[in-house]
């Protein structure tokens, strides 16, 4: 059974420029969720999404966005890149929610220069 | 608050040891408790859970253990090997709103098994 998958896993970016991170959850998963990991801030919660309808969103600004698609995948986009925006994206899956198991996939290393 | 946080940064143990690490939430409304293991360059794995209606769990080498008295969860690992070396973190989940459909995380025990 293949996990969670994430791509790309390496991204360059300049400031000002938008992106689009892409997460396909393990098969029969309909829950994706979405982290950003700093060495600053550790892990926080981004949105959450479930048969394509957004159910929670963290304190991020606007220029994060998220949505999922009818086959449970998942992207999320981040436009007007700042240097801040550098992290570790981790997507997240699980078959109905955060209270079930959550399996995260290996992450998107962003870097905005 | 909806912190989850970790009462040591770092822990140094020797191979074959047992290890204990812990960590304090401030949400008394969590009803479901995640330990996460995080190797360098990797995702998080998922290693144990626990339930609200539980205050022991146990797996392969793994335990959980849940005070809701004092708001305490921790994770002991048996007979700790190299490959233990990592990132613990605790997390934290509602089946209420607001914090609901989101993990919080707590800041991580680094974990160093010498040989």
């Known amino acids: 059974k293949a996990g969670v998958t994430q791509t790309p896993r390496y991204l360059i970016k300049t400031r000002g420029q938008q992106v689009t991170l892409s997460c396909s959850p393990i098969s029969g998963h309909r829950s994706v969720s979405w982290y950003q990991q700093t060495p600053g801030q550790g892990l926080q919660f981004l949105f959450e999404y479930f048969s394509e309808t957004q159910r929670n969103k963290g304190n991020f600004p606007g220029r994060f966005s998220g949505r999922q698609f009818s086959n449970s995948r998942s992207e999320m986009n981040v436009s007007t890149l700042e240097l801040g925006d550098s992290a570790l994206y981790l997507c997240?899956?699980?078959?109905?929610?955060?209270?079930?198991?959550?399996?995260f996939g290996q992450g998107t290393r962003l870097t905005v220069v | 608050g909806e912190s989850v946080g970790l009462h040591l940064p770092t822990l140094s143990v020797q191979e074959g040891d047992n290890s204990i690490i812990n960590c304090a939430y401030s949400n008394s409304a969590s009803d479901y408790f995640i330990w996460y293991k995080q190797e360098s360059g990797k995702g998080p794995q998922f290693i144990i859970d626990?339930?609200?209606?539980?205050d022991k769990r146990q797996g392969q080498r793994v335990t959980v253990l849940l005070n809701k008295t004092v708001k305490h969860l921790s994770l002991q690992i048996a007979a700790t090997q190299p490959g233990d070396s990592a990132v613990y973190f605790c997390a934290e989940t509602a089946s209420s709103p607001p914090n609901d459909y989101k993990l919080s995380f707590g800041a991580g025990t680094t974990v160093t098994v010498r040989a």
């Open positions: 626990i339930r609200s209606n539980m």
């Open positions: 997240a899956s699980s078959l109905i929610g955060m209270n079930t198991e959550a399996f």
